[in-house]
């Protein structure tokens, strides 16, 4: 079982990456969360993540979902031992931190849960059954201080590799459509709404 990897970001998606441990490239799928976390990370740039591995007969391509902290790991094994809640239910669902969505099972804030996809009024139920009472290690999870607001580059450096690397714009092109866009928009604050607005831009093209 492969519990933990430390390598170098090959390539970044919108819900998984490609880490390169010596030779090989594992595909991790990521919460969302933990995507937008690496909005500012470059290709090249190391990367260690606590591997959730899921392999069965039903499902013999192996399943690997990645977490940069042990403790949500731990609490991803837990969201998942609850009735009606699969690994990829989980991993869908997990739009919130942890530590937030931890506070709310222990909160019995139900509203909060229902807010997660695919999580509706009864899962969210079953949930507080299971778990509250086990969620105050994760409640205490350190908020990740790459929530800030990203400087103009870190924005534009993801959004620079998916148009070269992926979409296959010379590395000039692609900055004049990134340059072009801020300038349309200043209000713009993650990788995401930058790239959405180059979009916007080259279509109205």
Do not use: C
Not at 184 to 204: C, K, Q, W
Request: hydrophobic content about 45%; aromatic content about 6%.
């Amino acid at each position: 079982m492969i519990g933990y990897l430390d390598g170098t970001l090959l390539q970044r998606y919108t819900d998984r990456i490609l880490l390169l441990v010596g030779a090989v490239g594992y595909e991790v799928l990521l919460p969302a969360g933990v995507i937008a976390n690496l909005a500012g990370k470059a290709l090249g740039d190391p990367l260690a993540l606590y591997i959730y591995h899921q392999q069965t007969e039903r499902q013999p391509k192996p399943l690997l979902i990645g977490f940069p902290v042990e403790a949500e790991k731990e609490f991803f094994q837990l969201l998942i031992s609850v009735a009606d809640v699969g690994p990829m239910k989980a991993l869908r669902a997990m739009t919130l931190p942890v530590r937030d969505i931890a506070r709310a099972i222990e909160g019995r804030d139900v509203s909060t849960l229902q807010r997660l996809p695919g999580i509706g009024t009864r899962t969210a139920q079953k949930i507080i059954a299971s778990l509250e009472g086990k969620m105050g290690k994760f409640a205490l999870i350190r908020p990740r201080e790459s929530s800030a607001p990203l400087a103009a580059e870190d924005m534009a450096q993801p959004v620079l590799e998916v148009l070269v690397s992926q979409l296959g714009y010379k590395p000039a092109e692609a900055r004049r459509m990134i340059d072009e866009a801020i300038q349309r928009n200043a209000a713009i604050d993650t990788p995401e709404a930058l790239f959405e607005e180059v979009y916007r831009g080259e279509a109205s093209r």
